[in-house]
Nanobody, 124 residues
Framework: QVQLVESGGGLVQAGGSLRLSCAASGLTFSLYAMGWFRQTPGKEREIVAGINWGGGVTYYADFVKGRFTISRDNAKNTVYLQMDSLKPEDTAGYYC?????????????????WGQGTQVTVSS
């Protein structure tokens, strides 16, 4: 059974930092590209960042470029999202997802496995 478990969310002041982690089990982690998405009530889930199976290729949504960094440790079956210079508009539920065959970072349907999410709240 595949499990993706996010952690590291919480409440932080604007300008602060958080580091999210997503621990994977039940799959060959090194074969999957990984993505971080976020979602707020009433809005569609949107891509934040993605990383290919080996970590050599990354993708960032424009609204996080220069502030967030995605990385992975295949030995630990874990993907990370370092979030710096946080803004109130970054407040959302953050989800990690695994994508083995897809070619698009942003298409939700191309990700086969999802975590339950972790809440990030940025106060002004």
């Amino acid at each position: 059974q595949v499990q993706l478990v996010e952690s590291g969310g919480g409440l932080v002041q604007a300008g602060g930092s958080l580091r999210l982690s997503c621990a994977a089990s039940g799959l060959t982690f090194s074969l999957y590209a990984m993505g971080w998405f976020r979602q707020t009530p009433g809005k569609e889930r949107e891509i934040v960042a993605g990383i290919n199976w080996g970590g050599g290729v990354t993708y960032y949504a424009d609204f996080v470029k220069g502030r967030f960094t995605i990385s992975r440790d295949n030995a630990k079956n874990t993907v990370y999202l370092q979030m710096d210079s946080l803004k109130p508009e970054d407040t959302a539920g953050y989800y990690c997802a695994a994508n083995k065959f897809g070619s698009s970072w942003s298409r939700v349907a191309e990700y086969e496995h999802w975590g339950q999410g972790t809440q990030v709240t940025v106060s002004s």
